[in-house]
């Protein structure tokens, strides 16, 4: 698997418009691409946040940064944002879960 974050830097007044508009820009779209496995957005009350996206292979990863999802958050989120967003690249060696459904 292949795991890449993206810290961000938002306004704390912002916050919470950010993590909606985050889901609908991001997260929706990232669900219908191929190689998803999952994401998640962790957010601390100073206005920082993380993104961390899980994708099978890093051509799916690359694939969806194709997409020019980067260049819109920049664009999008510009306003909003303290300085801009750094990203890094992870390889994911270890992973568990637990299946809370059963």
Same mark, same amino acid.
């Given at each position: 698997? *292949?795991? &890449?974050? $993206?810290?961000? *830097?938002?306004?704390?007044?912002?916050? #919470?418009?950010?993590?909606?508009? /985050?889901?609908?820009?991001?997260? =929706? #779209? &990232?669900?219908?691409? =191929? !190689?998803?496995?999952? $994401?998640?957005?962790? +957010?601390?009350?100073? !206005?920082?946040? $993380? &993104?961390?996206?899980? /994708?099978?292979?890093?051509? *799916?990863?690359? +694939?969806?940064?194709?997409? !020019?999802?980067?260049?819109?958050?920049?664009?999008?989120?510009?306003?909003? $944002?303290?300085?801009?967003?750094?990203?890094?690249? /992870?390889?994911? #060696?270890? *992973?568990?879960?637990?299946?809370?459904?059963?």
């Amino acid at each position: 698997m *292949y795991t &890449a974050t $993206m810290r961000y *830097y938002f306004k704390v007044e912002n916050m #919470v418009e950010c993590i909606e508009k /985050w889901e609908e820009d991001v997260l =929706e #779209v &990232a669900e219908e691409q =191929e !190689g998803f496995i999952r $994401m998640q957005f962790l +957010a601390k009350k100073d !206005g920082e946040a $993380m &993104a961390i996206g899980t /994708w099978d292979e890093k051509k *799916y990863a690359e +694939a969806f940064m194709k997409t !020019g999802i980067f260049k819109k958050i920049l664009e999008d989120f510009a306003p909003f $944002m303290t300085k801009e967003p750094s990203p890094e690249i /992870w390889t994911t #060696v270890l *992973y568990s879960e637990i299946d809370i459904d059963e």
